[in-house]
């Protein structure tokens, strides 16, 4: 398109005119709506996650109902990104009472101070790899009123008293012995 000559008053401003009107010209073919389109990534698999304590078929006392998520990267180059880890008790957020520690995540599906309702619970996990590919993992979790270390409502007090102290009898020999190694070490 051929330039006017822009000499006189009105002249100017009918070369600024036509200036503005062909720059939006220009800028309108330039801006061509184009639909959003999901990244792929060829060839990356999602990371892995899992409930692992309760397992399948256990239930947890209303009282402390403490879940246990494991994860794993599934790529060496696509690390896992802890900060997207979220999780979620019947639709509401408990990302806030779990706690990250290396490749697994535990905490409360309640806050502190607070029972679970007894029956089952809708638990959902998410984890996400640094590139943004998430996996998840959905369970149903039943909570009880009582419940003893192998995931059985107690019958009785005594069982779960003797199991306590057969635990902690072998918690202090393990110490005792870690001690000893240490000095042995040394």
């Known amino acids: ?6 000499r006189s008053g009105w002249q100017i401003i009918l070369c ?7 720059s939006r010209a220009a800028d309108a073919q330039q801006t061509i709506p184009t639909p959003p389109v999901a990244p792929v990534i060829p060839g990356f698999h999602a990371p892995a996650i899992a409930l692992a304590s ?18 794993n990267a599934a790529e060496a180059t696509d690390p896992i990104d802890a900060l997207s880890f979220a999780v979620t008790v019947d639709g509401q957020d408990k ?9 697994e995540a535990w905490g409360q599906l309640t806050a502190p101070g607070h029972d679970l ?18 996996s998840v993992a959905r369970a149903t979790v039943q909570a009880t009123t009582s419940i ?4 059985l409502a107690a019958s009785g007090t005594s069982n779960s008293r003797g199991v306590a102290a057969s635990a902690r009898g072998k918690l202090n020999a393990i110490d005792r ?6 000095v042995l070490v040394k």
Do not use: Y
Not at 16 to 22: D, E
Not at 56 to 66: A, L, M
């Open 16 to 22: 600024i005119a036509m200036s503005l009107g062909m």
């Open 117 to 134: 309702a007894v029956g089952p619970h809708d638990v959902w996990a998410r984890i996400c790899s640094q590139r943004g590919i998430c």
């Open 177 to 182: 012995a870690v001690q000893a190694a240490k």
């Open 54 to 71: 309760p397992m399948e078929g256990n239930v947890v006392p209303q009282d402390r109902p403490v879940a246990v998520f494991r994860f």
């Open 1 to 6: 398109m051929r330039r006017p000559q822009c």
């Open 148 to 151: 003893s270390p192998g995931g």
């Open 95 to 103: 990302t806030g009472f779990f706690q990250l520690v290396g490749t």
